[in-house]
């Protein structure tokens, strides 16, 4: 199962919307880059019109400053990436500037621009050289600041020529501007309920705080909205999937621990009675992403994942699965996915990088995940078909909670090639964990031409196979449903204790969305587990 995003978690019984379908067109790299352009240019606009005042944001010094990032950023990018001889990622180095360009009040001082060109450079050095096996650890937009901070500090540089964060992108005429760009991050990214939690938790303890000590209440919510980027924090910083936890409530824990972070400087002194004070920071908005991002390190793959290609083979027409071999040992639970990193000269707009669901239990010495091909595949799958055995391939994050419970009784509906993730829980062996009342509703295009069929059938569970045409040999405990796609009443005839079961659903967006509405009434309830990219 094949994507360029996670898999959605959520309840939604509406039908793939517009949205989306236009969102899952472009790679996450690419939407983030013309967002952060659009704001940039709505920003040049506002200063020109005089909306944003002229005196703080001159459009001379805020097109150097962005220049002056622009060019650092991506000239250290390919430095380092020459220094430590892997490919430089431009486009992060772009956003990277571009996020930072929203942090610093624009400026035509030389000294000035030299820290900024030295907090550029820095960003994109924390990459590589804070990073733990390959993996780099925090946000390279919140260290970059960090390090010039404690730089500035060691250098005992004059307060006066300090370069100092404002976060100037919570300016109020950017507000309504910064809260679609957000959405459309966390909807992209489906992590809406992470960037809710944040924002929700800073708010409460910044707008109590204010009104704890003396703030009137109308004030209080002025100043947060107005004084705090929370809404950019949440949509462009804080929802990086590289830095984040696997599991969805330890994401919703780092959120919320970035939440009382950020309040920190206000929450203090109406808790305490004191001022607040750490070291040489004046702000704790960079400091409460690292300990988010220290969250995600603690919790999640503690190294890079390097994969060594070993075979591919057609399981099913048109669709392949890849086997690798991992360099280290990757920590997964059946039914999460890995986001691969396959560079390639001419990538199309999709991107560099696809999630997919692995297909092999965490017991086994091998990695494998499965895909479909298509005639006219993007450029992605055309390099990974590409791969010959003894080719190395990266993986950045292992993540998901598409995990079965193995002490309820279960219907599993699969779609295609969404029946990796079930795959990977059905081949524990049989004194391990699996589910242990399952059945599986697998809808196929050929009965005969069923992926992974023999580790199905070794997993002994009932399938009801959906196809048009039943399949010329039926294992014991398989039953046939004809139909071109999964239908809640046949299931209920062919499942006699369907009001029993919780449903996982896995496949095509429309599919899942589908199948989700329409068993509702006939399960005890469901989870989802979508990918586009088919």
């Not at 060109?117 to 050289?129: E, F, M, P, Q």
């Not at 707009?349 to 999630?355: I, K, L, P």
């Not at 031409?449 to 405990?477: E, K, M, N, Q």
Request: proline share 7%; aromatic share 8%.
């Amino acid at each position: 199962m094949t994507s360029n995003r996670p898999p959605t978690r959520s309840g939604r019984s509406s039908s793939l919307s517009k949205c989306d379908q236009v969102l899952d067109r472009v790679s996450m790299y690419r939407l983030v880059t013309l967002l952060l352009c659009v704001l940039a240019a709505i920003a040049f606009l506002f200063s020109a019109l005089g909306v944003l005042d002229r005196s703080v944001f001159p459009l001379g010094g805020m097109a150097l400053a962005l220049i002056v990032l622009l060019s650092a950023s991506v000239a250290a990018s390919r430095l380092f990436g020459l220094l430590f001889r892997v490919r430089p990622h431009t486009e992060s180095a772009v956003i990277t500037a571009l996020l930072m360009w929203f942090l610093y009040w624009p400026t035509t001082s030389a000294s000035m621009l030299v820290w900024l060109a030295g907090a550029a450079v820095a960003a994109n050095a924390s990459k590589y050289l804070l990073a733990w096996r390959g993996r780099h650890v925090f946000n390279p937009a919140a260290v970059g600041p960090v390090l010039v901070v404690i730089i500035q500090e060691l250098a005992r540089i004059d307060p006066a020529d300090r370069l100092y964060t404002t976060w100037w992108v919570a300016s109020e005429p950017l507000l309504p501007f910064v809260l679609v760009a957000a959405l459309l991050v966390l909807r992209r990214t489906h992590r809406i309920a992470l960037g809710v939690v944040f924002v929700v938790v800073a708010a409460a303890a910044l707008i109590g705080s204010l009104i704890a000590q003396g703030t009137g209440a109308g004030e209080a919510i002025r100043q947060t909205a107005y004084s705090y980027p929370l809404v950019f924090l949440a949509g462009f910083m804080l929802s990086e999937p590289l830095t984040l936890p696997p599991r969805r409530w330890q994401q919703l824990s780092a959120a919320a621990l970035a939440g009382i972070v950020v309040a920190l400087p206000v929450l203090w002194p109406a808790l305490t009675g004191h001022p607040f004070g750490f070291w040489a920071f004046t702000s704790t908005t960079e400091l409460a992403l690292l300990a988010a991002n220290l969250v995600g390190f603690a919790c999640g793959q503690r190294r890079g994942i390097r994969l060594q290609l070993r075979d591919k083979q057609e399981i099913a027409a048109s669709t392949w699965e890849f086997t690798f071999e991992p360099v280290r040992p990757v920590r997964f639970a059946p039914g999460q996915y890995l986001e691969l990193h396959v560079p390639h000269a001419g990538a199309d707009r999709r991107g560099t990088r696809r999630v997919f669901s692995i297909s092999s239990h965490p017991d086994d010495p091998e990695l494998t995940i499965a895909l479909r091909v298509p005639q006219q595949p993007s450029s992605f799958k055309q390099a990974l078909m590409e791969l010959h055995p003894g080719d190395q391939v990266r993986a950045t994050t292992v993540s998901g909670d598409f995990v079965l419970p193995d002490d309820a009784p279960l219907l599993l509906v699969a779609g295609g090639i969404g029946i990796t993730p079930f795959v990977s829980a059905l081949s524990a062996p049989a004194d391990g964990r699996r589910p242990a009342d399952a059945v599986l509703a697998y809808g196929v295009p050929d009965g005969d031409d069923i992926a992974y069929r023999d580790r199905l059938v070794a997993a002994g569970l009932p399938v009801v196979v959906v196809s048009p045409t039943a399949p010329a040999d039926l294992p014991a405990h398989w039953s046939h449903v004809a139909g071109t796609q999964i239908d809640a009443d046949a299931l209920a005839a062919a499942v006699p204790d369907l009001d029993t079961r919780r449903a996982y659903i896995s496949g095509p967006p429309a599919m899942v969305h589908t199948v989700r509405a329409a068993l509702r009434p006939h399960v005890t309830g469901t989870r989802s587990d979508y990918f586009s990219g088919y």
